[in-house]
C-alpha cells in the first residue's frame, strides 16, 4: 500500500505538470535518502522523497472483541500510517527559477486535489486503497534546518505534504480465542 500510494501521487503530479508546461518527460523524480549525489544529478526538475512513516494511533483502545462460539475472539485494527513527502527544487543554481515554477505546480495540483478517492482516482480501487488525504505540513525555520540536516543534504526550496491514513491490512487478520467470562459463573 506505501508503495502504491508512493507511485500514484508522483505519477499524478507528473502528469499535472506535464499538462501544464507542455514538456514531455517528468518534471518529478523520485530520490533515494542519503543518495544525494544521484538524485541531484539525476533530476534536472523537482526531487520527491519519502522522508518519514509514521503510525497513526486510530484509538485509545485498539482491539476488538468479536463473538465467535462460546468465548470471544481478539482482532487488532489494521494500521494506519501518515506518510511524509518532501518536493524540493534540484541544486543546479542555473535552474532555480524554472524548479520554483514547477514546485508552484505541485502546490497547485495538491490545492485542487487534496484528497485521492475511487471517484477522482480510479487506480485505488484495483489495488485496494479507499481514499486517502493530502495536506501542506507547515513548518518553522528550526524544524526545515533540523529536517534537512537529518537528509544530510544541503538546503534548497521545498514544500512537505503528509498523506494521511494509508491502511495496512494483511489478509490473514490474527485472532486469539478468549474464554466467554468462565470466571464469573463460578
Known sequence: MLHHCTSIILSEVNQYIQFKTNVKEPAISLAILGNSAEGGKASSGL???LVDIASVGLCSDPTRYVPQGHGFVLRKAPEAFNLYFLFST??????????LELLTYVAVFFQNKSHFDTSNTPVLQEIGIESFSIELVKMTVSEKYMLWKS???????????????MFIADATIDLKVVSA????ET
Open 151 to 165: 537528509l544530510h543534504e544541503p538546503y534548497t526550496p521545498s514544500l512537505l505534504y503528509k498523506a494521511g491514513l
Open 90 to 99: 534540484g541544486y543546479k543554481a542555473a535552474d532555480l527559477l524554472k524548479n
Open 181 to 184: 467470562f468462565s470466571s464469573l
Open 47 to 49: 526531487i520527491m522523497r
